[in-house]
């Protein structure tokens, strides 16, 4: 079943050649400071660490790739995730990406996805309504690159409102 395509974009499994690329992106502040629990200050063992991770039995992650670039992660589970290089902003892939996880993961029988985002970070909440999602619950979580406790909006989406919506 991997990889997935979608109209723009190939999500297949991570290589340790997107190392670069993923330390490209997880030292980027703008892109970072949404993932709470990223570990700070993320070096090259950390993008080495994730990406071999990713790589054996216990990944749960994909790597999102257009015209061949890593542009972006999703996860795969039944909390879907995401980051987006900065460069990949504002062209609709976290969306189109998302889509293909989402119609993938019901597709194999769940009943429920939980995801959830940062109150500040609107891109995000937009991408998980187009899909569906609702808001559940508020939690708190500690982010060690901003040194602080942050807020992250919970939400959920059911098969049956995946299935109306689509």
């Known amino acids: 079943m991997i990889p997935l395509r979608t109209e723009r974009l190939t999500l297949r499994s ?15 502040a703008d892109v970072a400071r949404w993932i709470p ?3 700070h200050p993320y070096g090259q063992a950390e993008a080495e660490a994730f990406v071999e991770l990713q790589t054996g039995p216990d990944g749960n992650a994909l790597a999102v790739t257009h015209e ?18 900065k460069h990949a902003w504002g062209r609709g892939f976290a969306t189109e990406a998302a889509k ?3 119609a993938r993961y019901f597709g194999q029988g769940h ?30 979580r500690y982010s060690d690159l901003l040194a602080t406790e942050v807020s992250v909006q919970r939400m959920v989406l059911t098969r049956e409102i995946w299935e109306a919506g689509t």
Request: aromatic share 8%; net charge negative; glycine share 8%.
């Open 14 to 28: 991570f290589e340790p050649s997107d190392t670069p690329d993923v330390l490209a992106a997880m030292t980027d």
């Open 68 to 85: 061949g670039r890593l542009v972006g992660c999703m996860t795969t589970g039944k909390e879907l995730g995401y980051w987006f290089a």
């Open 111 to 140: 009943e429920e996805m939980q995801s959830g985002h940062m109150p500040d970070n609107p891109r995000s909440r937009r991408v998980l309504e187009k899909l569906g999602f609702a808001d559940t619950e508020t939690v708190v």
């Open 100 to 102: 293909a996880v989402v």
């Open 37 to 39: 629990l990223l570990p």
